[in-house]
C-alpha cells in the first residue's frame, strides 16, 4: 500500500500560496502572512498545529463538531459503510440504507409534522432546497406569484448564489452578483447594537418582528412565500434574538398563511440545547434545513426537513421535483452521520448542554464583563458571544476601522493556545459539546490574558 505522501510545515505553507485558495478569505493576506497555518491532528476539544501548538478549539471547527474530534466509531462507521457500499444514487428509485434509517432517525429528532428528509451535502445546498422547495410548493398550490422570501439583514445562509441571495451580508451581496430576485432582508433583533434606550426588551422584540411585518405588508401578502432565518443568527455574530421574538415572527407567518423556515446549520444537533433552535424557542416551522453538527462535520452531509402538508402538496402535482445532487444522501455520509447522532443520544450531549455545560459558560463569560474592553456578553447553551468596546457602558468600537480590536484580541487567543472567531468587534464561540468545565475556565482565563495584553496598543493614542 502507498503511503500518504508527507510535507514538512515550511513546505505545506509554501504550497498553500501557491495553490490552495482558502475559502472566505483574503488571498493576498494568505500570501503576505506566509501561508495558513496548518492543522495536523484533533483529540476530544483540541486541535495540534504542525509545529506541535496545542489549541483548544471554542470553534468545534467551524461551528460543527459536537462530539469533538478523533472519534474511533466515526471512522469504523466509515469504513464499514464504504467496504459494503461507498456510493449509490437516490435517483433512480433506489436508495441505501443508512440513507433511509438516517432520514428516519432526524424525522424523530424533528418531532411533530415534520417528517420528510431531503439529502444534501452542505449548509448552502440544504438553503437551495428549501428555497426552491417553498416557491414550488407555493407553485404546487397555484400560486406562483409567491416567491418572495423575507429574511434578516446580517444573516447568513451560505455562499452559492442562492445562500448569498437569501443571506444578509452586504459584504456578500458586494461581490459576484446579480442575485436571486425576490429575497428581501429586514432588521435584524441585535440588541446590543439596535436596542434603543427606551426600550425595554418585549419593545424591541415588538419592533423587530413588526419590521418583518411591515415588510410582507409592503411587498404584498399574497407574493410573500416565506419568512426564513436562523434560530440564533451564527455568522453574523452570535445573535440572540429577544425573548418572545420568534413566537411573534410564528404568529406573523400564521395571520398572513406564509411558510417558515428555519436555517439549524449552526443551532441543530444540540447547540443551544435542544436539538433544534425552534425547539428551544417554542416555535413550528414548516421547512428547516441542517448541516455541520449533523454528522459533527466528519464528513459532508445536509439535509432540508419538510412539513407533511409541504411533502403532501408536492406529491399530489404529480410530477417529479427535478432538484437534487448526485451526493444528496450519499451512503457513507450517512452511516458517519448515524454514529453521530449514537454518540450525542448515549453520551446525553443535548442535555449536558442544556443544564450543565451551557450555564457554566455562562457563568464564565459573565466573569469577563466587568473587564473594561467588555461591553456585552451573552450566550444561548454553548454559542457564546464577547462585544468589545472602547468604552464601557456604550457599544462604541475602537478605531475607524470595524473589526480591528476583534481580530487583534482573537489573534491573541489563538497565540495562547486558544482558537475562537472574531465578526468585527464581536469575539465568537461555539466549542464541541463534549467541552469540559476545566476547558471552559481556560477559554476564560486565556480571553481575559488576552484582553489585558491588548488593551495597552488599543488604547494608544490614534486607535481610539
Ligand atoms: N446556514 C447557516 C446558518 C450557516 O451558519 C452556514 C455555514 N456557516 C450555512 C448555512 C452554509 O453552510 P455551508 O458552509 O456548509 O455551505
Same mark, same amino acid.
Given at each position: ?17 501557491? /495553490? ?111 428555497? =426552491? ?20 439583514? &446580517? ?21 459576484? #452578483? ?6 428581501? /432582508? ?29 415588510? %410582507? %405588508? ?121 454514529? &453521530? ?23 464564565? %463569560? ?14 444561548? #447553551? ?17 478605531? &475607524? ?19 475562537? =472567531? ?36 488599543? =488604547? ?5
Amino acid at each position: 500500500m502507498r503511503s500518504a505522501p508527507s510535507y514538512d510545515n515550511a513546505d505545506l505553507r509554501r504550497l498553500d500560496v501557491a /495553490h490552495h485558495l482558502p475559502p472566505q478569505q483574503d488571498w493576498a493576506l494568505q500570501k503576505n502572512s506566509g501561508g495558513s497555518r496548518i492543522i495536523v491532528k484533533g483529540e476530544d476539544s483540541t486541535i495540534w498545529d504542525a509545529e506541535g501548538n496545542a489549541i483548544l478549539d471554542a470553534m468545534a471547527g467551524l461551528w460543527c463538531v459536537q462530539v469533538g474530534y478523533g472519534r474511533r466509531e466515526m471512522a469504523e462507521a466509515a469504513f464499514a459503510q464504504m467496504s459494503e457500499l461507498p456510493f449509490y444514487n437516490s435517483f433512480f428509485r433506489t436508495a441505501a440504507p443508512p440513507t433511509i434509517a438516517l432520514a428516519s432517525r432526524i424525522a424523530g429528532l424533528l418531532g411533530g409534522s415534520l417528517q420528510h428528509v431531503f439529502f444534501n451535502n452542505s449548509g448552502s445546498e440544504a438553503v437551495d432546497t428549501l428555497v =426552491r422547495t417553498a416557491r414550488y410548493y407555493w407553485q404546487a398550490r397555484g400560486e406562483p406569484q409567491r416567491s418572495v422570501i423575507i429574511g434578516r439583514k &446580517n444573516g447568513y445562509h451560505g455562499s452559492t448564489i442562492g445562500g448569498v441571495s437569501m443571506g444578509g451580508m452586504v459584504s456578500m451581496h458586494n461581490q459576484g #452578483g446579480p442575485w436571486v430576485p425576490d429575497h428581501e /432582508h429586514v432588521m435584524q433583533p441585535y440588541s446590543f447594537e439596535e436596542q434603543r434606550p427606551d426600550e425595554d426588551e418585549d419593545m424591541f422584540a415588538e419592533r423587530a418582528a413588526r419590521a418583518i411585518e411591515d415588510k %410582507l %405588508l409592503e411587498v404584498g401578502p399574497e407574493r410573500v412565500a416565506m419568512i426564513f432565518g436562523e434560530p440564533v443568527q451564527g455568522a453574523g455574530g452570535v445573535i440572540i434574538p429577544p425573548r418572545g421574538y420568534w413566537s411573534r415572527v410564528e404568529e406573523i407567518a400564521r395571520k398572513y398563511g406564509v411558510l417558515l423556515g428555519c436555517d439549524e446549520v449552526i443551532c441543530g444537533y444540540g447547540r443551544l440545547g435542544e436539538w433544534f433552535g425552534f425547539q428551544h424557542f417554542g416555535v413550528k416551522p414548516d421547512l428547516v434545513s441542517m448541516a455541520k453538527g449533523l454528522s459533527s462535520g466528519y464528513l459532508p452531509i445536509s439535509a432540508t426537513a419538510m412539513a407533511d402538508h409541504v411533502v403532501e402538496t408536492i406529491r399530489e402535482a404529480n410530477a417529479p421535483f427535478v432538484h437534487g445532487y448526485t451526493y444528496s444522501g450519499h451512503p457513507t455520509s450517512a452511516a458517519v452521520a448515524l454514529a &453521530n447522532i449514537d454518540i450525542i443520544e448515549r453520551e446525553g450531549l443535548v442535555d449536558r448542554t442544556k443544564n450543565d455545560t451551557g450555564p457554566y459558560l455562562a457563568k464564565a %463569560l459573565q466573569s469577563l464583563a466587568d473587564h473594561p474592553l467588555v461591553g456585552e456578553v451573552r450566550s444561548l #447553551g454553548l454559542l457564546g458571544a464577547i462585544e468589545i468596546v472602547s468604552e464601557k457602558g456604550t457599544s462604541s468600537r475602537f478605531g &475607524n476601522k470595524p473589526g480591528l480590536a476583534g481580530a487583534m484580541i482573537r489573534d491573541a487567543c489563538i497565540e495562547r493556545g486558544l482558537m475562537l =472567531r472574531a465578526v468585527k468587534d464581536t469575539l465568537v464561540m461555539s466549542p464541541p459539546l463534549v467541552i469540559t468545565h476545566d476547558e471552559i475556565d481556560r477559554i476564560a482565563m486565556i480571553v481575559r490574558e488576552s484582553l489585558d495584553a491588548c488593551e495597552p496598543a488599543l =488604547r494608544e493614542a490614534g486607535v481610539t
